[in-house]
């Protein structure tokens, strides 16, 4: 939201006046009104969840790329099954879209490697 210096009430973006003082806007009123990117410095559209130039998240939680999480859920899957389904849900909660595509990964070879040892198991029996 834009505010004006003088008189403190909101005012539309693109605008050289306040529409209840009158008073005039400096020029980089509209820089000093907006938000920036934390890691590259560039404008943000108003509803953005990362930045148009660099592609970052604007919540920092969502930049963490879970690597260890991923990693262990990875390992998980072909050794421990529910463990590894249990590591896929926890990273379909993260707020980063590619941790929940590796979630997604996890779990689905965890199930298949869940059917292929029942499978065999009772084929043995």
């Keep these: 939201m834009k505010y004006?210096?003088?008189c403190g009430s909101e005012v539309k973006n693109n605008t050289k006046f306040?529409?209840?003082c009158g008073a005039k806007f400096p020029i980089d009123h509209i820089k000093l009104?907006?938000?920036y990117c934390k890691h590259c410095g560039s404008t943000i559209p108003k509803g953005a969840i990362r930045c148009p130039k660099c592609g970052r998240y604007l919540d920092e939680s969502a930049n963490d790329k879970h690597s260890v999480?991923?990693?262990i859920g990875y390992i998980f899957s072909f050794l421990?099954?529910?463990?590894?389904?249990v590591a896929g849900i926890y990273l379909l909660t993260q707020k980063n879209e590619d941790v929940h595509k590796h979630g997604t990964c996890?779990?689905?070879i965890a199930i298949g490697v869940m059917c292929i040892s029942y499978l065999y198991y009772i084929k043995f029996l």
């Excluded at 421990?80 to 389904?85: K, R, S, T, V």
């Design 106 to 108: 996890i779990i689905i």
């Design 33 to 35: 009104n907006n938000e």
């Design 4 to 6: 004006c210096p003088k």
């Design 69 to 71: 999480a991923i990693a």
């Design 18 to 20: 306040c529409q209840k």
């Design 80 to 85: 421990i099954p529910l463990a590894a389904i």
